[in-house]
């Protein structure tokens, strides 16, 4: 071992080790997709069109618009037009929930959690701001999708 071994977490390195691989983009999202397909099916009407996307990480403009300066502090982010800031005319876009591969690594690491369950959190988490929900209101529907 070198000296920046004493520096290096050996269980979450285990952890991944675990796991195989670190999932690729692609497994990210659908994981998100599965995520979002096992909410309460009354909450996902209301949502319409959800596209999920994975990405290593934000890309400048998205953090310095955030005010972030580490891009490992952002795990995920909701783009569109939230359902309570929407007129009538407004269009009908698809709505977007970034997954942001890295920093979910990182903090599942961390947490020592099940991955699919952090990505149901993150989803849930971002989805919910679509419609300005409390995190009591999030927890609520993260508990309806166990």
Not at 56 to 62: C, K
Not at 94 to 117: C, H, T
Request: proline share 5%; charged share 35%.
């Amino acid at each position: 071992m070198t000296d920046d071994s004493a520096n290096s977490h050996p269980d979450d390195l285990d952890t991944l080790r675990d796991f195989g691989a670190p999932p690729s983009l692609g497994e990210i999202e659908e994981m998100g997709r599965r995520a979002y397909d096992a909410l309460p099916a009354a909450f996902r009407a209301r949502c319409g069109p959800v596209a999920i996307r994975a990405l290593d990480f934000a890309d400048a403009e998205t953090l310095a618009e955030m005010e972030i300066d580490d891009p490992f502090e952002l795990a995920g982010l909701y783009r569109g037009v939230p359902l309570t800031e929407r007129g009538h005319d407004d269009p009908t876009g698809i709505d977007l929930v970034f997954l942001y591969r890295r920093a979910i690594l990182d903090w599942w690491v961390e947490e020592e959690m099940d991955l699919e369950d952090l990505i149901r959190h993150l989803v849930v988490h971002e989805i919910g701001h679509h419609f300005g929900f409390s995190d009591e209101e999030m927890e609520a529907i993260e508990d309806q999708a166990d």
